[in-house]
């Protein structure tokens, strides 16, 4: 009997992506058995955007990554749920009490007394104040 398979599942990854894009971008996670759909429930031909990679796994898939320039979340049995604002451990991100800054666009401290120097031209202000336009 071989090493045991885990079914990952893979959250928001677009269905007109092939599944070779996904087995490559999981695969230095351990070797890649199949890649297939989920079903609704209730309708078994209707599908429900959420592809199931059936792996063998070496190292541990993390919560959140992006593949194909798209940021999905995998979840699989033993999987720590991972806040996907802030990155913290325990809850998800419809129940994060995290303060967001509006200066630097980052969640975990306000906007008052935020240090961080503006995206588009480095200054000691938010970036929603600067005189400089969008580029």
């Known amino acids: 009997m071989g090493p045991p398979f885990t079914f990952v599942n893979v959250y928001r990854f677009p269905a007109y992506i092939p599944d070779e894009i996904l087995t490559n971008a999981l695969s230095q996670y351990g070797k890649m058995k199949s890649v297939t759909f989920a079903t609704v429930a209730s309708r078994q031909n209707k599908l429900n955007g959420v592809r199931v990679v059936k792996m063998e796994m070496c190292r541990p898939v993390p919560n959140f990554t992006t593949i194909a320039g798209h940021r999905v979340m995998c979840e699989y049995r033993g999987t720590r749920r991972v806040c996907a604002r802030y990155g913290d451990v325990g809850h998800m991100a419809t129940a994060c009490s995290a303060e967001y800054c509006k200066g ?32």
């Open 104 to 135: 630097c666009g980052t969640f975990g401290h306000d906007t008052v007394g935020c240090e961080a120097e503006c995206k588009r031209c480095g200054g000691r202000h938010g970036t929603k104040e600067c005189f400089r336009k969008r580029s």
